[in-house]
Every structure is written in C-alpha cells, then in structure tokens.
C-alpha cells in the first residue's frame, strides 16, 4: 500500500467513509438482483428526481457510461463532436470508436471548452453519403482542463446542436465540482441547459466503481437495458452501486465533497502562482490545477507527492485535489515547490 499522498488524480483517492458505511449497511440479507431490489429503483427515482431526468440507469465505471451514452445518438455512419482534450478522444482507447464504430471529430480547445463556431466548422456534407454525418456533440463538465462552461455556454451550445437535428451528450464525471464551482444545482448544468444524455460521475467524488447514465428523453433510453448487459456493464449486485449514490444525495455529500476539493485546488493554485518559475496555464475552477514546472525539479518533487506530467515537450504538470486533501498536503507541496525551485 503507498502511503505516500498524491495529487495524481482524484481516482487515487480512497472511498469516502460515509460511501463504505452506506454499501455496509446495504451488506444485509437477500435483495433481487441486477437491479431489481425495490432498494435500487428507490435510489434511481431519487436521482431522476433531482435531476429531472426520465431514466436513470447504473454501471461500474465512467468510460462504460460515456460509450453507452454516446451509443444511444451514435450510429457507425454518424460522427460525435467533441473537445481535442476530451476523455472520450485522448484517454479511452478509441472505445467509442470501436463499440459503436462511429467517427470522433475534435475541436481544438486550449482551454477544454468547445464553442458553437468550433462545432460548425464540422457540421457539413449533411445528406451526402460520402461523408460521416454528425449526430451528436459531446461535453466534458467540468472540462479536463478543469475548466467550467457557464450555463450560457452549454445552453448555446445545446440549442445549436438540436436546431441542426444533433444530440448532446454531456461527459459529468466532474459535475458535481462544476456544480460546486458554479453555485447551481445538477439539473441546471444538464436537463435545464439542454442536455439529452448525461454521464453522472461519482467515482471521483469518492465512490467506487460507481456511475450512472442518465437520460433526459426516455425515447433514447429505449434499447438501453440490452445494450447495458452486452456491454458487460450490467451489476449483479447492484444495490451497492446505488447504495453509494444514496450516499452522495444524502445530506448533499457530493456537493460538499466536491466544495472541498475545488477549495483545496485553489488554494494549491493560488501558492505556486506566488512562486517565481512556476506558471499556471489554466484558470482553477474546478478540482485540477495546471502549471508549467522547471523539468529539472519535477522527478525530485514527485518524490514529495505523486503528479502527473501533462505535457511532457511544455513540461505542463496536472495537479488534482480531492475529497480528502488536506490543507497540510496543499502547505506541504508548496513549500516543497518553494524550496526546490529556489535552490
């Protein structure tokens, strides 16, 4: 076991106490499985209901989530437009290329965030059989860049995906700090801003193995169960993974999780701003901080804390705060920063 703390990712976080004791309580007697506990239904409605959405389902993991997602407005003629940093594009080995056998378009965006001219530019050839026709755009919420769409960013996007018979699908495996970062509630950020298909996180805001599709128009949900089993993503035993979700709607532990890391990322933020020959690239929004390190201190620093190196040929670093960083962590790297950059 590393005892060492980190700040590789928020995924190296262990699982919040009050998630395990909610999956220990449910750790009693025979329930119906996948799915079928009168339990795990109560849990979905919960989450339909504060996010207004018409289907909820469960599945273990966030790359599952988005290619099922991604499957119910994709057809392998189609295209998915999406940010040139999204998840979908960089970091899940082309599976939503491959189980749905359809085309990603990037839009460069050096901040994460895509924008309805950026769109445009791939919205073209519609009706022409020679080319992949866009079906779908796909956001990042909050963006790998840490970054937050505004609920007028979203909605402008939404509005000029549908007027151009397109879906969209929205990448939340940071909702909840985008939520935090903004002061709204979860339905604002997706079924009030004009989304269709939610991927809903709760891995990185201290679950485990635990995510959830969530359809705002239950038309495109109608083939889901069968695509979920042959996916492989459908829980024997899935009262645990709502269980975990009943944890995170109770008494808001997603939002107040998720205050918590985005305050830890700022202030991370805000200290190695302060240092001479570190320079932050991104605006902290959400839980991520990325900065440009010296490359001759970034393997003795990651001997102090556990981080990744974003772009090797820049040497941007990423820095990810979660639920349970501390102020001493934060205090700690920085002032480790401080003196190896100054020596």
Known sequence: MIQRRAFSSDNWAGVHPEIIAAIAAANTGHAPSYGEDEYTKSVAEKIGDLLGAEEVFFVFMGTGANVLALESIARS??????ASSAHI????????????????????????????????EHVHHLGNEHHVQPSAVSLSQATEYGTVYSLDEVRVITAYAHDHDMRVHMDGARLANAAAHLGVSLRALAKD????????????NG???????????KKLAKDFPYRRMQAMQLGSKMRFIAAQFDALLTDDLWLRSATHSNRMAAL????????????????????????????????????VFEFQVWNEASTEVRLVASFDTTENDVTTFVDSVRECVGS
């Open 207 to 217: 679950a485990l193995a635990a995510e959830a599709v969530v359809y705002f128009d």
């Open 89 to 120: 594009h960089t970091s899940e080995c082309a599976a939503a290329e491959k189980y749905i056998g359809c085309k990603l378009l990037p839009v460069a965006a050096s901040d994460g965030k895509i924008n309805r001219e950026g769109i445009a």
């Open 268 to 303: 991370l933020g805000e200290g190695l701003a302060k240092i001479p020959g570190i320079t932050l690239t991104q605006k902290v929004q959400a839980n991520e901080v990325f900065a440009i390190f010296p490359r001759e201190h970034i393997s003795r620093l990651q001997q």
């Open 77 to 82: 003629y189609n295209a998915i437009i999406c």
């Open 193 to 204: 801003s004009g989304v269709d298909v939610l991927s809903f996180g709760g891995t990185k």
